[in-house]
């Protein structure tokens, strides 16, 4: 008896949470920034703190940390908009070097100040990425999404600037 009278209000509660859950219905948000990433000199933004190179090819098995910059432009100096925080280890055996990436995406201006993206997927040097958005906070909590990235051609020396456009739905 004990047992029911417990169990009848968790279930009202159940009930109340879901439909407060489903109360919003879905938005997609489209943002379009730039990553910079220095990779050399006194202002790094990554550094290896695992560095295989020596016994594995292709550095299979090494692990950067990095805390870079998502900013408005592709200029050095535009507005900083976030940090791309998180763990990128290298996950190719053979073929092209290819890192299993691990970003939280902290915005810390503007509409989506406070907010964050947790971007995860794999990635190579080269062309054009797509990676998955599997969750957020703030503005987007419950998001699912991905990101493309291309990285420019023409950065400046130790630095890597990528073109980000992310599609969420929250
Ligand atoms: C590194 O950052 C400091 C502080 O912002 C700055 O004064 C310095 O010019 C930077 N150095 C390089 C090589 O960018
Ligand atoms: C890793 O070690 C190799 C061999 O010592 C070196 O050439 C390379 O620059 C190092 N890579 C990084 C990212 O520190
Ligand atoms: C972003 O939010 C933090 C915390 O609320 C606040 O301190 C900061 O001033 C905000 N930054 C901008 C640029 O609005």
């Known amino acids: ?76 100096d535009s507005k900083l908009i976030g940090r791309a925080q998180g763990i990128a280890p290298v996950v190719s055996q053979s073929g092209q070097t290819a890192f299993l990436v691990l970003l939280d995406f902290v915005f810390t201006d503007g509409e989506y100040n406070g907010s964050s993206l947790m971007v995860v997927g794999r990635a190579t040097l080269g062309g054009a990425t797509e990676r998955s958005i599997i969750g ?13 990235n291309t990285f420019l051609s023409d950065a400046p020396a130790g630095r890597l600037i990528a073109e980000y456009d992310a599609y969420i739905v929250h």
């Open 1 to 76: 008896m004990a047992y029911y009278c417990s169990f009848k209000p968790s279930l009202l509660f159940l009930l109340f949470f879901m439909a407060t859950a489903q109360a919003r219905d879905s938005i997609t948000t489209h943002l379009h920034f730039f990553f910079h990433e220095q990779y050399s000199g006194p202002n790094a933004t990554v550094i290896t703190v695992v560095n295989s190179t020596t016994s594995n090819p292709g550095g299979f098995g090494s692990i950067s940390v990095a805390d870079d910059e998502l900013r408005e432009g592709s200029s050095v």
């Open 136 to 148: 957020g906070t703030g503005k987007f909590r419950m998001a699912r999404g991905y990101t493309i």
